[in-house]
């Protein structure tokens, strides 16, 4: 039988992450590619407590069919939570933000519509506005985020849907918006009509001090704001949610009901258990304490193994990954296979720029590999680069 598929199918392509990780998983890699959140940091006893509890109080209603929009307390604990006056009625309950991410294109893209996106960008946000057929516009970017002058001129007289920001320990590079680009930023969206869509899944994993204020707090009539439990209790749950100006929000709900009726009522039921009494505030510092370590471990290792070759990387201030910048000549697709063979595996940056990467970059996890392997892994890497700039 020969299949005949829709034209959109063709912008499917399995993600090379996936193919990457297949290769770190082999026995003796140690990875450093994946974006996992470490399972050291799963709140296993209190979901243990909190499916008897759900189970008990209303077993019936957690496993029956829910409403679209998501569980009701749910809701009101996500608005209560965020920093910013948020009505319930425009928080949609997603199956992870990645969700959201495939909600907003769905509502928000046409074929050829121009979508801004930083560079780099987060490669699953690529992949879940592909189907959409969008035309992404990639706006000049530095350590602290884009730049609100090539904004402008890139929005301008474009047409463009929205612009898709990452302000907080960014998605592949770590990197982080200052309080003043933030305001620029939204001034420079908000002067030439530009919505923004910004993802923060990684906020709260801060290691000194909060981030600013979302860029959705200072203009929530122009901003949808995606946000999820997946790395701060556990990304297995696929919860995730997202606020939305009620302009929009019916459409995103429409596609929501459409896509998959709603987000399993069981695990909503469970993860407002488990929120109860302020554990979040008990358990995410718990979360930054490790992977602030880990950034520790990680950033003294490449300052040893890297001394003397023209290597640079960042200390983030939060989240999972570190972002390198090797030397001249090499190009890190080509690196990988050299590093596997040495032990460690490690994401190359070219695929999370939507036009034309900077092929000498590279992401690295820094919260999955013991302190023991996270030295073991850089060391290896830094063979790996020797042996090719030796080529
Ligand atoms: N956005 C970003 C920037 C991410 O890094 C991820 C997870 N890799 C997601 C969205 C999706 O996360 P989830 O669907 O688990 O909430």
Known sequence: MKWKLAARSEK??????????KVAERPGIISLAGGLPSPRTFP?????QACAQVLDVNGEAALQYAASEGYGPLREAVAHMLPWDVDPAQVLITTGSQQGLDLVAKVLLDPGSKVLVETPTYLGALQAF??????PVSVASDAEGVLPDDLRAKAAGSDARFIYLLPNFQNPTGRTMSEARRAAVVDAARQVGLPIV???PYGELWFDQPPPLPLTARHPQG??????FSKVLAPG??????VAPKSVFPKLLQAKQAADLHSPIFNQRMVHAVMQDGFLDRHVPTIRALYKHQRDVM???LQQEMKGMDVEFNKPDGGMFLWLRLPQGIDTVALLPKAVERGVAFVPGA???ADGGDPRTLRLSFVTASEEQIRQAIAALADAIREQLAH
């Not at 499917?12 to 990780?21: A, D, F, K, T, Y």
């Open 12 to 21: 499917m392509n399995p993600s090379v992450l996936r193919e990457i990780l």
């Open 198 to 200: 910004e993802d923060n």
């Open 351 to 353: 695929p999370f720029y």
């Open 237 to 242: 749950l696929r919860l995730g949610f997202l």
């Open 130 to 135: 592909s189907p959409m057929e969008p035309d």
């Open 44 to 48: 296993i006893s209190a979901f243990a």
């Open 223 to 228: 901003c949808i704001y995606l946000g999820s």
């Open 299 to 301: 950033v003294d290792a």
